[in-house]
């Protein structure tokens, strides 16, 4: 996104679910791709020889800490979570995602993760591995901080359309994580949704309107608010 061109000094984004909650703070965001180079042979012969990809790869799973996952976080915990796994006897890949709210956190997790995985390797010593970290997003609570009028004057609206505000912190992201490090300060307002990414995901008609009033309401208060 060209921010020249967009001409604007905040953005809000509307992503977010319960009518009322104001999010300002993400998780702070990383992927991790590993891809193993295993040892192949003919099975007939390969016994002492063989070191099949497929097996390196799940045994990394399977160590992964049990209390460092999603199924088992919650509040401001982070956690490693295997995304994707594909590979054959001669190689395989496996992609992760890292998230917690302090970087500090996301590299004690990252390490985690590579030290694991360099100890799994010592009984595989005929094969190799690669260990790439690449950064998604950064948690926006660092760039709104400096800019609290952004988020006051979405206080002020919540409020107006007969809600009350709450500050909340998302267990994962959206565009205004990027948006805020790209220098476009970038809160995100509720929609109504639920269940995201699931089955089940489902959003209110009535929810939906309540943004769209907040919408309004947040206009008028800048207009109010800001010097002419």
């Known amino acids: 996104m060209d921010l020249k061109k967009l001409g604007a000094d905040f953005g809000y984004t509307l992503d977010g679910s319960t009518v009322g909650e104001i999010e300002d703070e993400t998780f702070s965001a990383d992927g991790v791709d590993i891809a193993i180079s295993g040892v192949a042979i003919h099975p007939g012969t390969a016994k002492g020889k063989m070191e099949n990809a497929i097996k390196i790869a799940a045994e990394i799973v399977a160590r992964l800490p049990k209390d460092q996952a999603p199924e088992t976080t919650e509040g401001r915990q982070g956690f490693i979570h295997p995304t994707d796994i594909a590979g054959s006897m001669e190689g395989a890949k496996l992609s992760f995602i890292i998230r917690d709210f302090d970087d500090r956190g996301l590299a004690e997790k990252e390490a985690l993760l590579e030290q694991i995985t360099r100890e799994v390797m010592t009984s595989f010593p005929g094969s190799t591995y690669t260990f790439t970290v690449k950064e998604q997003y950064r948690n926006m609570k ?22 009350t505000p709450v500050r909340h912190s998302i267990r994962g992201g ?39 009033e907040t919408i309004v309401e947040l206009v008028k208060v800048w207009e109010e608010r800001t010097p002419a």
């Open 142 to 163: 660092v760039v709104l901080d400096q800019h609290p009028q952004v988020v006051d004057n979405l206080i002020e609206a919540v409020k107006r359309v007969g809600l």
């Open 174 to 212: 959206t565009d205004g994580s990027r948006l805020s490090f790209m220098g476009l300060p970038c809160p995100n307002i509720y929609t109504g949704g639920h269940a995201y990414h699931s089955p089940l995901e489902w959003v209110s008609r009535q929810d939906m309107e309540k943004s769209v």
